[in-house]
């Protein structure tokens, strides 16, 4: 049996149980309901799993906690397997639910959404942190707690230039070479590609041939074969875990000598129980602590997993848990000053809530937050992380606000 499917049955039993928590968590004459989509059982569900536990987890906390002002929140949470068009419907359903705001997830239907959001004035939380909806003159109904793909990627391709590029033999002597693995037909893959170039060309990189790795991929000896005629010092990778793993096993297999960085959905604590030895130095974007961490508020992610979930052990959970949190967290946030304000109106909530919003900090080693009218990214600052001698490390913070401030204030927003 292969990973992904002792992974499906170890969650699908559990993530019923906590859908159908979430569900319940409505006591009370006055509610908000508040939609949410995910993916556990289509093309990212390695690492959607967890975040739907997450999601009706920090559910109960707000509710818990108060909710909102008084009022709590019922979540109406659905698995669409990753597909745009089941996307759709269940956004026409939400609609029709008179959900205030949604918890979305991938970025193909995030974008294929956001015309309409944007025309309906829902807030729209996502698990997608393309940065092309980071723009709001384009899309100001988009939002989500993290650093976007973008930046992260450009903060990935930085820490490493910065910290290993300067031991490598060659250092001084030639240009660093870079190539990219990533499933080419993905909206979610892609999107940091334009930017991660970019900032290659401004390090001084080579930049070699993209290889196409599907998100189902468990064999990429082909994909590594082409890549050592191009023999990359560094190699990114796009996808979601399950592949990662198997980009890197192959890779370290067929001696491809060359180091690794991964976007934020393709590293988690999975990444090395997965690809083994492989996973030896790999960096990657981290926009929050991993689960279980000595972070503020991480005592409370814990205790409500074990409370909900007792059945998935903790050292089986993710940092897409804490993922979860964050975007529940900022929705809560401004759903409290939208509904302080008198007004939890889609534009109330976007105005009075979200861009009101000035270095919120919502622990969970997550960078404080910022929204503004003019720019959605939170934060230019990124810390990135590397798995090494068995625990996952600190190599560097980047700020790319601070060391590209032209660049950052006028370039690279929305892309």
Known sequence: MNSRNLWFKLFVPLLAVGILVGLSAT???????????????????????????????????????????????????FDYGYRVPEALTKYNLFKRLKCVAILGWGTGDTEALSPTVTKDKIPYVSASYSGHLTDPNKTPYNLFFATDYSTNARAAITAWFDKRWPKHKDYGKRKPRFACSYMFASPYCSAPIKAIKDQAAILGFEIGPDQDVSLFAIDTKSQILGLKEFKP???????????????????????????????????????????????????????????????????????????????????????????????????????????????????????????????????????????????????????????????????ERVDLKDRWPDKWANEWIGW
């Open 233 to 395: 010092d560094l190699l990114w990778h796009g996808n979601t875990t399950m592949s990662v793993a198997a980009t890197l096993r192959d890779g370290y297999s067929l001696g491809l000598d060359a180091d690794h960085i991964v976007n934020n959905w393709g590293f988690d604590e999975n990444l090395p129980r997965l690809a083994g030895k492989a996973a030896e130095g790999v960096m990657g974007a981290a926009v929050c602590a991993f689960f279980g961490e000595d972070v503020p508020g991480m005592d409370k992610v814990v205790a409500y997993a074990k409370k909900y979930n007792p059945g998935v052990p903790a050292e089986k959970r993710l940092i897409r848990t804490i993922q979860a949190w964050g975007d529940v967290l900022i929705l809560w946030e401004a759903l409290k000053r939208a509904d302080k304000a008198g007004d939890l109106s889609g534009e109330s909530i976007l105005k009075n809530g979200f861009e009101t919003m000035r270095n919120f900090d919502i622990g969970l080693g997550a960078s404080p937050v910022t929204f503004t009218s003019t720019d959605h990214r939170v934060a230019g600052q990124v810390p990135i992380y590397e798995w090494k001698n068995g625990k996952f490390g600190l190599v």
């Open 27 to 77: 006591a009370g004459a006055a509610t908000i309901n508040v939609g949410a989509l995910n993916d556990m059982t289509g093309a990212t569900s390695d690492v959607g799993k967890d975040y739907a536990l997450g999601i009706a987890e920090a559910m109960h906390y707000v509710n818990d906690s108060g909710g909102v002002n008084g009022k709590k929140i019922k979540l109406y949470q």
